[in-house]
């Protein structure tokens, strides 16, 4: 037991004596303490250099882990990017393979070997109660006027005839949500379909990137006999509206989004025209 103690006392004065050494060094003026300072460097140095190294190493090493991380985490997105890239490409081929489909469809109709006459009529009526647009006209089926027939004021298209009674009948103008007209670009002749709007303006439909159309071209009736529209009867090549704008469709790339206006002012109309086809 008082070994013990004794070895502790001992301990505790060498602490208090080092403590005390370095109390001294420390509130020593420096130009004693220099060189001291210069042999610790001195003693130091070669061990101070490795130290320095290893740390920096370990520190680059660290780097690396980190953009080693980080390429991989930007590699997941990448091929999450891709995939999803691959699925759209996918989605717009089996779409262009529908649309080709359509297209094809329209190519193999064969055109309504008519010849036609105007008959021309006063208007009675406008109809534009909610989204409609239409007209009603002092002219029927004792008349020869009957559902599918044009509709023409001042040499181009405005309706299409859609309810037909013995002295009177009903237009529905190319405006009216329901109207679909089928029509052609004048340049390359591609097949399109020019749809109401419930507006003063139309929009024009499958018309594709590789189509020549531009603002101020006009679109032509065409005699096709299209799915929406099964039973219009439609001379070849009557005017119907004029492009007014064109641009990519972010929704369909593969196609334009095409807006187009009628060639007459479908709210001053005071006289049309139906033309009744008769056979050649």
Known sequence: MAR????RWANLRLFLSLLAVAAFLLLMP???????????????????????QASGRALAASGTLTDLFLRE?????????????????EQLEEEL??????????????????????????????????????ISVRAGTAHGVQVGQ????????????????????????????????????????????????????????WVDRDAFVEPGDVLLTSSLQVEPAPDLLLPDGLPVATVEEVKPDRMRPLFYKVTAAPRVNLARLEEVEILIPEEP
Not at 114 to 133: N, Q
């Open 30 to 52: 420096a130009r004693f303490t220099a060189p001291l300072r210069v042999v610790f460097k001195e003693v130091a140095g070669p061990v101070e250099t490795p130290l320095y």
């Open 150 to 205: 044009g509709v023409t004021a001042f040499g181009a298209l405005v309706g299409i005839v859609r309810e037909a009674g013995p002295r009177h009948c009903r237009v529905r103008l190319i405006t009216d949500p329901r109207s679909v007209v089928p029509a052609r670009l004048p340049r390359s002749r591609s097949v399109c379909l020019v749809m109401g709007t419930g507006t003063e303006t139309c929009r024009v439909e």
């Open 97 to 134: 393979l529908r649309r080709q489909m359509r297209l094809d469809s329209f190519e193999k109709l064969e055109l309504e070997p008519f010849e036609f006459r105007a008959l021309r009529a006063a208007i009675s009526a406008y109809d534009t109660a909610g989204a409609r647009r239409g």
């Open 4 to 7: 013990t103690t004794g070895s």
């Open 73 to 89: 985490d930007r590699g997941r997105a990448l091929e999450r990017e891709l995939t999803h890239l691959r699925n759209r490409t």
